[in-house]
């Protein structure tokens, strides 16, 4: 499904060469098969909104002279993110009357992945000539090099970055004095610098203590009451002016929110929140697994340190050695202190209701023995905590309604909205520091941006791959040497493994240039390393 969709990003049929999406040459009479299927159901999938109208326009002369003279003018904002397919559409529409209006800025084309190529861009902005200079009918160009979001600090330090480093080899073209940036309007001066990078050596753990690098510089800021821009001149910063983009926040996301939240600082993930993941429902989860089969050590010992019931390191080590083999749960039922046995009492109990009441009254009885609602609403965010509670709790009610579901199914329903991914109620808010990729602050602006994880190294994964394709030079193969027993890549793969790591390297010089165009008023810099010479 996902060749036959990949074809039809490229419009092509299954009668069309395929052999750079599938080498093995079975995909066309899968494709064709597929295709026969889908018409004879009167049906059309995704794919054929996108190469269906190209094709109609392409073939049917009535209606591509139909639709040259029904719009006065097309627009198309953002047209360095354009794919080949999106590109023929325009072509075909504007051919005869060449009213096609294009806008946007080749230093931000991050979508790589969904099939665009900045190279449509940049042909056009190679070969217009300069409006003033281009004849009727002629394609021309006019340069937007304005900036109004950021300040002058801002700007200075993106043309600093940008001149060095952009080159028509990486990044797609050169910056130079037309396309660097220019102060649209005059702004407040700030009393302290606008752009500050921090290279931090690391000793153990990068993540996390670039995390609490980060978290307590901003704690600093908030404490002092450090100036940004408001209408009126100057104002203390607040939590909800600051973002951290992170090229990968899934990843590494949760270490910053853990340093801020120690801090007493709430933060919100731009994109929303895994429910899953979040510290309350985590316990409640473990709980019910806990309830559900007592000896699963994992989500025992999570329950057991977690808020709700204080194990710390020195109890759980003390029941423990005394059994030190078998299941933790047959270590705890031989210990007779008070805490275990305590804990040992509440669980029955649960057990119980787990086989005689349903699912919501379960959960209302596990909230009535442990108080963990009101434990968590104590907690820093506590009104966060509670809807997430409640969301969870409403996806209970969700899934058993107009049917009987047992604990058990309800746990796996959990595991397989894992992979899904669930969002927080109340994640976002006023006086939280968001948490954002920069591919979604593409289009926003933030007062206060700190852009972290910068000595992240590159993903080059896609280049261990045994066959390399690649729209002009084909595919690349690797060679098997069956007497020495060893594979090494043919030329052709050299080639294009080459050219695939130069577009991803420009890919992140652009990722890089509309992370730092963020900033409105601070941009704050951490490059972290166990060796920073």
Do not use: W
């Not at 397919?85 to 096609?100: F, G």
């Not at 056009?124 to 304005?146: C, D, M």
């Not at 200075?156 to 910056?175: D, I, Q, W």
């Not at 989500?299 to 977690?306: E, R, V, Y």
């Amino acid at each position: 499904a996902h060749l036959i969709s990949l074809a039809k990003d490229y419009c092509l049929g299954p009668e069309d060469d395929l052999s750079e999406i599938d080498p093995s040459g079975d995909l066309a009479d899968l494709y064709r098969a597929y295709e026969k299927r889908l018409r004879a159901t009167g049906n059309a999938d995704f794919g054929d909104l996108i190469m269906l109208p190209v094709m109609i326009l392409q073939k049917n002369e009535q209606i591509r002279h139909q639709m040259h003279y029904r719009f006065r003018v097309i627009m198309v904002d953002e047209y360095q993110d354009s794919n080949q397919v999106q590109d023929a559409i325009y072509s075909a529409l504007t051919a005869k009357r060449q009213n096609l209006f294009l806008v946007g800025d080749v230093k931000q084309s991050i979508y790589q992945f969904r099939l665009a190529d900045p190279g449509i861009f940049l042909k056009k902005y190679n070969t217009y000539l300069p409006a003033e200079a281009a004849k009727p009918l002629e394609g021309r160009k006019v340069l937007l090099s304005h900036n109004f979001r950021s300040g002058a600090e801002v700007i200075e330090a993106v043309n600093n970055v940008f001149s060095t480093c952009m080159t028509p080899k990486v990044g797609g073209l050169r910056y130079g004095e037309a396309e660097a940036l220019r102060e649209g309007v005059p702004h407040t001066p700030l009393n302290s610098p606008g752009t500050e990078l921090y290279a931090l050596e690391i000793r153990e753990d990068t993540y996390q203590e670039e995390a609490d690098f980060v978290a307590e510089k901003i704690r600093n800021m908030l404490d002092e009451g450090t100036l940004i821009r408001s209408r009126d001149g100057l104002r203390p910063v607040k939590a909800e002016d600051i973002v951290i983009l992170l090229r990968s926040p899934g990843s590494v996301g949760g270490h910053f929110q853990r340093a801020l939240e120690s801090r007493n600082i709430r933060c919100a993930s731009g994109g929303g929140t895994d429910l899953l993941q979040t510290q309350e429902i985590g316990t409640l989860r473990s709980l019910l697994q806990t309830i559900y089969n007592p000896r699963q050590d994992i989500p025992l010992i999570s329950t057991l340190a977690s808020p709700i019931f204080g194990f710390t390191a020195d109890d759980l080590a003390a029941f423990r050695a005394k059994r030190r083999f078998g299941s933790v749960y047959d270590a705890l039922v031989r210990d007779e202190s008070p805490k275990c046995q305590e804990f040992l009492r509440i669980l029955d109990t649960l057990r119980k209701d787990a086989r005689m009441h349903t699912l919501t009254q379960l959960l209302e009885r596990c909230f009535a023995l442990t108080r963990m609602d009101s434990i968590y609403a104590a907690m820093s965010g506590g009104d966060t905590r509670q809807a997430n509670l409640q969301t969870f709790c409403q996806l209970a009610v969700d899934f058993e309604m107009g049917n009987h579901r047992d604990l058990g199914q309800f746990l796996d329903h959990l595991d397989a909205m894992e992979a899904k991914g669930l969002i927080t109620a109340g994640s976002e808010g006023k006086d939280c520091v968001t948490i954002m990729s920069i591919h979604k602050s593409k289009g926003l602006e933030f007062p206060v941006v700190f852009l972290c994880g910068l000595s992240r190294e590159f993903n080059r994964d896609s280049l261990r791959s045994q066959i390399l394709c690649d729209r002009e030079l084909g595919l690349g193969l690797s060679v098997a040497d069956t007497k020495n027993r060893v594979r090494y890549p043919t030329v052709a793969k050299r080639a294009i493994a080459a050219r695939m790591m130069s577009e991803s390297l420009s890919e992140e010089m652009r990722v890089l240039y509309v992370a730092m165009t963020r900033a409105r008023d601070r941009l704050i810099m951490t490059y972290a390393s166990r060796n920073l010479e």
